[in-house]
């Protein structure tokens, strides 16, 4: 297990969780409920050393910053992704390690102070690695 597997499950568990919905069944002889996970990001601020902890982090090990968009699409959010080929949850090799809304990061990060993180040159050769779209 990585150095930095600890500090970023208790990121993701600041910054996200996880709202069990019950979803009606019309017109079913079922009479169970279907239940469907959803993800949901806190109010979590990450404070300035944390997000230099993550930076140290990609930098250090292959990690990727990649840049997505909230659920319902109006809002820039972010997925820290470890580079795994040995994990076999997908076919593409990574695992999903915290993700966190643009509002979370630290007052002055933003998209535009992480461009050069997102599109340099080694963080997209581990996106291409890990076979993940270039943002």
Not at 47 to 62: A, G, P, Q, R, V
């Amino acid at each position: 297990m990585e150095l930095y597997t600890k500090f970023f499950q208790l990121l993701k568990d600041n910054t996200t969780g996880i709202n069990q919905i019950c979803i009606p069944i019309m017109h079913s002889d079922n009479s169970m409920p279907i239940f469907r996970n959803e993800l949901f990001y806190t109010d979590y601020k990450i404070s300035e050393h944390d997000f230099e902890t993550i930076l140290y982090y990609i930098n250090k090990y292959d990690l990727i910053l990649y840049p997505i968009l909230s659920q319902f699409g109006f809002e820039q959010a972010y997925q820290v992704i470890e580079i795994d080929p040995l994990v076999k949850s997908n076919d593409f090799g990574y695992k999903i390690l915290c993700q966190f809304r643009g509002a979370q990061l630290p007052d002055d990060e933003n998209f535009d102070s992480l461009y050069t993180i997102i599109y340099n040159k080694k963080n997209l050769d581990k996106l291409k690695k890990c076979g993940l779209n270039e943002p």
